[in-house]
């Protein structure tokens, strides 16, 4: 993410029925909030607690002088559900050229940069919203013009992943080359190097960066998070929770959600869509079952489930039901798509559920309360680190292509087949050849496909405000 904040006039220039002046990046609404008014008294505002993704009646006035300059509408996007994946502002304004222009200079005197052509689709890709196809079906609408702080951006995206591979291509050519010495002079004639140990060196190196590629992948899909469990327990109260909003339906009577409730939030960067379910019990209400199989489908489709229990209550008939159900998906060893919770938390403890949890021996489980609002922070690291572990445990993610997670993958088979050949005795020059289609395959990765003057000519062909 960028920390600095880009406006632009956002639609063509001339006379139409409105303008849009677009500011994109962490102090959007900060920058708003100066020039922003609302009501007859032209009261200020802070445009951070306006709700996201609603347009916003009101005047833009010159923070100097208290002028009106334009009656406009405001919509505040919060990250990441926006063009860029990062905090928008857009102010739609009467479209003559002279508003426009004059609220694009109060966005700037207010502590925004004027963007480059195409920065807006640029972030959008790099913030991985969009992938490079997307991104040059975007540039097909729009004109042709180039910049340099692009190339900078470009070079930054690329000589990351390269810096990464590093260690791995070092390995390789270590390998490689004392392979193809040993194959013209006699051994002793060379320095000598443990070659299996070198191999399985660069094996690793290339498995953190594969793992760091499907945890990019993971920040631009995003993931599909369940919340299940019986009845009453408190699932639509932490969805709420999670959501920060009352967006489900909480009441005492068990059996309230019938449906399931879908939304996305931003889970560390992770855009993750939770799904409250209906409550899974026996049930005469044909409503009620329907939602039961709707809260199974959930359940097939989910990257992590979330097993809501009440800490309140002795384990009950239906728990051990739906604990059931889970352990059937989720159960085997080393799985690491589900996490317990264990709610209201701020009532009596009546929890024995040591025979439930028994089956899921190695899943974590979090203390919470929805009421008091203890323990939603672990939950949440608890998920994403689940989320981190199936990725492959990487640190960090990498902002890969298809075409580069698929070279890569190449990259490890024929290391992989190096080293079986290695440990069967196989001779050393036949072994090289793997050594080196590995070598090629890494190349691709950092090499030309990927090239600057690709990237830079697809950016450059937007136009400012794209
Ligand atoms: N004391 C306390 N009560 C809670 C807590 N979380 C939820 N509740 C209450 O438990 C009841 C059920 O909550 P819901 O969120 O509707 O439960 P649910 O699991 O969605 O229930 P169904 O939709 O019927 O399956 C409500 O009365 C909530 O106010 C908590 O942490 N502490
Ligand atoms: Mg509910």
């Known amino acids: 993410m960028y920390d600095d904040t880009i406006t632009a006039i956002a639609t063509p220039v001339g006379e139409g029925g409105i303008g849009v002046v677009r500011l994109s990046g962490p102090e959007s609404a900060e920058v708003a909030s100066r020039m922003f008014r609302r009501g007859v008294r032209l009261r200020p ?3 951070e607690t306006l709700e996201s993704h609603r347009l916003y009646y009101g005047h833009i006035v010159d923070p100097s002088d208290g002028r009106i300059i334009d009656e406009v509408m405001l919509t505040r996007m919060a990250a990441p559900r926006t063009y860029t994946r990062e905090d928008i502002v857009e102010i739609s304004c009467h479209g003559g050229p002279v508003p426009l222009r004059e609220v694009l200079r109060l966005t700037i005197e207010s502590g925004a940069r004027e963007a480059e052509p195409g ?3 640029l972030r959008a890709f790099l913030n991985g919203r969009i992938d490079l196809s997307q991104a040059e079906a ?3 609408v729009v004109s042709s013009r180039t910049s340099e702080s692009l190339e900078m951006a470009v070079n930054e995206l690329r000589g990351k992943l390269t810096g990464r591979l590093q260690p791995a291509r070092e390995a390789l050519l270590e390998a490689l080359a004392y392979l193809d010495a040993a194959a013209d002079f006699p051994e002793d004639e060379i320095p000598s190097v443990d070659v299996p140990d070198v191999l399985k060196r660069s094996e690793t190196y290339l498995r953190e960066v594969l793992a760091s590629s499907r945890m990019g992948l993971l920040y631009r899909e995003g993931v599909q998070i369940a919340i299940v469990g019986r009845p009453n ?8 929770t999670l959501l920060r909003s009352d967006r489900a339906i909480v009441t005492e009577i068990a059996g309230t959600t019938r449906d399931v409730i879908t939304e996305t939030i931003n889970l560390r960067g992770i855009p993750a869509t939770l799904q409250d379910t209906a409550g899974i019990a026996e049930t005469e209400d044909v409503v009620e079952r329907i939602g039961i199989d709707r809260s199974r489908q959930a359940l097939e489709s989910a990257g992590v489930a979330i097993f809501v229990l009440d800490g309140s209550q002795p384990l009950a008939q239906e728990d051990r039901q739906v604990g059931q ?3 059937q998906r989720f159960g085997s ?5 589900l996490v317990i919770a264990v709610n209201k938390r701020d009532l009596p403890d009546r929890f024995d559920h040591a025979e439930l949890l028994d089956q899921f021996d190695e899943t974590p489980i979090i203390e919470l309360s929805t009421v008091a609002g203890t323990g939603i922070d672990q939950l949440e ?3 994403y680190e689940c989320l981190v572990a199936q990725a492959g445990e990487a640190r960090e993610p990498a902002m890969v292509t298809l075409r580069q997670q698929q070279a890569l993958s190449r990259a490890l088979e024929h290391v992989h087949a190096a080293r079986a050949a290695l440990a069967e005795g196989v001779p050393q020059d036949l072994v090289a050849v793997d050594v080196r289609s590995a070598m090629l395959a890494v190349g691709e990765i950092t090499g030309e496909q990927v090239s600057e003057s690709i990237l830079t000519e697809i950016f450059s062909r937007f136009c400012i405000g794209k």
């Open 138 to 140: 975007v540039m097909a």
């Open 233 to 240: 327990v408190g699932k639509s109260s932490l969805m709420n």
């Open 325 to 327: 159900l889970l352990a």
């Open 45 to 47: 505002v802070d445009v």
């Open 381 to 383: 690291d608890s998920v």
């Open 333 to 337: 060893a080393g799985d690491r798509r």
């Open 119 to 121: 920065e807006f689709t």
